[in-house]
């Protein structure tokens, strides 16, 4: 004969629903004495009544057990915290480097004389010192490696 499911509902009769409880707490308590002998885990089961009545079972000490949790749970909490505070500081040095990216690119594109547009007297007057500045670092470097070419050639001669 095959059991019919049962619906998960709230048993009206108190009679029926008491021992409902009593089997289902017994199978409980069971169940999990067996996971602790079988796999060799540490389990803790407490259960309170609608009457207020405590059953518990615990393969080692209770107290030992619910310390061990709540030092579980705190440290788990502290790391959600702490990848939060993580999350939150790539976020910060995302966006920094989104703008810092974006003033290069403007200051890039004002270099090459593109831009310039919206561009006040100042900046272009800084843009053009710059580029000044540049050429002349660009012909320096230039000038040293013609006599570096220079002198290999006379070394040769």
Request: aromatic share 6%.
């Amino acid at each position: 004969m095959v059991r019919g499911k049962i619906q998960m509902k709230r048993i009206e009769n108190a009679a029926s629903r008491q021992v409902t409880f009593s089997k289902r707490r017994n199978g409980l308590l069971k169940k999990a004495s067996e996971l602790s002998v079988l796999c060799d885990a540490e389990v803790a089961v407490i259960i309170f009544s609608q009457k207020g009545k405590v059953y518990e079972f615990s393969s080692s000490d209770m107290q030992k057990t619910i310390e061990r949790y709540y030092k579980y749970t705190k440290e788990a909490q502290t790391d959600k915290l702490e990848m939060e505070r993580y999350t939150q500081q790539l976020t910060l040095e995302a966006a920094n480097m989104t703008r810092k990216i974006e003033f290069l690119e403007v200051s890039r594109r004002k270099l090459l004389g593109q831009s310039l547009g919206s561009c006040s007297l100042e900046e272009i007057q800084e843009v053009e010192s710059q580029l000044e500045r540049s050429l002349r670092n660009i012909r320096a470097k230039k000038g040293h490696l013609f006599k570096e070419q220079i002198e290999q050639l006379k070394a040769k001669v």
